[in-house]
């Protein structure tokens, strides 16, 4: 018999999404993040670049300030209204003590009990379906700030600027993870989760032939009904969890 999926964690207030890409977030998430917000929660986006590498037909000069307006839109539509980017170049994101060092400064900054990432691990399934340089960074650098944000003795000049040791992340939530644990219900937030990927019309207009709308709605379908199967037959978005 498959394993079903934990609840995630409901006693919570605030949450930090850190990504690599516009899309990222809309791409698996956004079901869930709609959901929270619906139910008073607050969720801030931090993007750690602008996807000016992401569209083939639009020069990189374009892309970035196309996509950044894509992905604010998007966030709009789920109730996310504070959207952040770090200006790292697309595809290029280096893991180490420099990105830890910004991701942990944005976590004192918004001081959040959970992180939400995106997959971190070498593949998709956990066989040959390789991830990307980027997502692999970011995800693993989250998972190292998520701890470096309480250690007062790790960036100790990020205090100095005002950003003071915070050890309240309980919580790093790795969505599109091979290896997911906990699921959330969004029965009632896969219309949004359409219009949020639906709002990077310009990025799925490159990447597909189908209509926009079809592709859309049809990913999120997909996506939430082979959750289901492990979370009692309910629509769900499931996440790797590492407690702290």
């Not at 992401?54 to 992905?71: F, H, N, Y």
């Not at 790292?88 to 004192?108: C, K, M, Q």
């Not at 960074?137 to 005002?162: S, T, Y």
């Not at 997911?180 to 359409?194: K, N, Y």
């Amino acid at each position: 018999m498959t394993e079903q999926f934990e609840a995630m964690p409901s006693d919570w207030t605030r949450a930090l999404a850190i990504v690599a890409h516009p899309d990222d977030l809309e791409y698996g998430s956004a079901a869930a993040i709609s959901r929270w917000t619906s139910e008073g929660r607050e969720v801030f986006y931090l993007l750690v670049t602008r996807g000016e590498a992401g569209i083939d037909t639009v020069p990189p000069g374009q892309a970035a300030a196309l996509r950044e307006s894509e992905q604010r839109a998007g966030a709009a539509v789920v109730g996310v209204t504070s959207v952040d980017f770090l200006d790292h170049r697309d595809g290029v994101i280096e893991y180490g003590p420099a990105l830890r060092r910004e991701l942990t400064r944005e976590i004192r900054r918004r001081r959040p009990e959970l992180l939400i990432t995106l997959n971190h691990h070498d593949t998709w399934d956990g066989r040959t379906s390789w991830n990307t340089p980027d997502h692999r960074a970011v995800g693993r650098a989250v998972l190292d700030a998520a701890a470096d944000a309480g250690n007062r003795w790790i960036f100790p000049e990020l205090a100095a600027e005002g950003f003071t040791p915070w050890n309240g992340v309980r919580w790093v939530a790795v969505n599109g993870s091979p290896h997911p644990t906990h699921a959330v219900d969004v029965s009632d937030h896969l219309e949004r989760a359409v219009r949020s990927l639906l709002a990077h019309r310009t990025y799925i207009e490159a990447l597909t032939d189908r209509k926009p709308e079809e592709y859309c709605r049809a990913l999120v379908s997909q996506a939430t009904s082979e959750a289901s199967a492990r979370f009692g037959g309910r629509p769900a978005v499931c996440f790797e969890l590492f407690p702290r």
